[in-house]
């Protein structure tokens, strides 16, 4: 049995997801892909706490995880209701569109 | 074998990632985003989180994942079309990105604990047993709390979701 790989690994992997949310967040122009940028970067935070959690050998950063989802889940709702109001006013997801605020 | 599975996960998990960051019709972002939460959960498996791996799955890939695709067919959202801002600000925005990919691999790097490899069963106590006590002991107030912020959350998507602005 060779050894695992090591645990610096999962933190690279989880920079690299997380840089990749915040690329999608700026880079993407539909509300929707954007919105799912975010739940990229909760994620990728997730695998962090998740690895420490293993090495510390206690289950705290399992329970913050937990957290991370159930907050995830009430974000994902409320965000998802004000996409549809928004689509309903604009009827368009580009997020160019939605500028009522500037100038 | 460890190192085989978190690479076979790992690469799952990062081309999906680029693969949502892509492309270009939501419906097709949403599904890769599906396949980086499953890798995901595989790799909780690995690091010795039972209970948070099948979190993961029931509720991101199940319950929010189904959300967002459902807005998606409610929404009937195309493609994507082209942004108003000049080419120049994507080609500009490529370094920044790599930049700030380097300074946080740096950091890592940095802080990060070398020595020990992660072997899977090396940590076993993230099982629903373990979970549950942890948070009905010392985190029982925030879970509480949380239970008040899910029904805002209902609430308040009903309010924002049945209102008509002319």
């Known amino acids: 049995m060779s050894g695992g790989v090591p645990l610096s690994w999962y933190l690279m992997l989880s920079a690299v997801l997380f840089s990749l949310g915040v690329a999608g967040f700026f880079f993407r122009r539909n509300l929707i892909t954007m919105f799912m940028s975010i739940e990229l970067m909760l994620n990728a935070v997730n695998l962090s706490f998740v690895a420490f959690s293993y090495r510390f050998r206690q ?45 | 074998m460890d190192v085989f599975l978190f690479l076979v996960f790992a690469l ?99 802080v990060a604990p070398k020595s020990e490899p992660v072997r899977f069963g090396a940590f076993t106590g993230g099982n629903t047993h373990a979970v549950g006590m942890k948070l009905f002991t010392d985190y029982l107030l925030p879970f509480e709390l949380t239970s008040a912020l899910v029904l805002i959350a209902i609430l308040g998507a009903i309010v924002l979701a049945r209102k008509e602005l002319d």
């Open chain 2, 12 to 110: 799952t998990a990062v081309g999906c990632a680029i693969s949502m960051v892509v492309q270009t019709h939501p419906i097709h972002g949403a599904i890769s985003l599906i396949g980086v939460m499953g890798s995901l959960a595989m790799l909780y498996l690995i690091l010795g989180g039972e209970f948070i791996a099948a979190a993961q799955v029931i509720v991101y890939a199940g319950a929010i994942m189904v959300l967002f695709v459902f807005v998606i067919m409610l929404l009937n959202a195309g493609r994507e079309g082209a942004s108003r801002q000049p080419r120049m600000v994507l080609w500009l925005g490529i370094p920044v990105f790599i930049g700030f990919l380097s300074v946080l691999s740096y950091l890592v790097q940095r």
């Open chain 1, 59 to 103: 289950v705290d950063g399992h329970i913050f995880t937990f957290f991370v989802m159930v907050v995830a889940a009430a974000e994902a709702s409320v965000g998802l209701a004000i996409i549809l109001t928004v689509f309903k006013n604009r009827g368009s997801l580009q997020v160019d569109d939605v500028d009522s605020m500037k100038n």
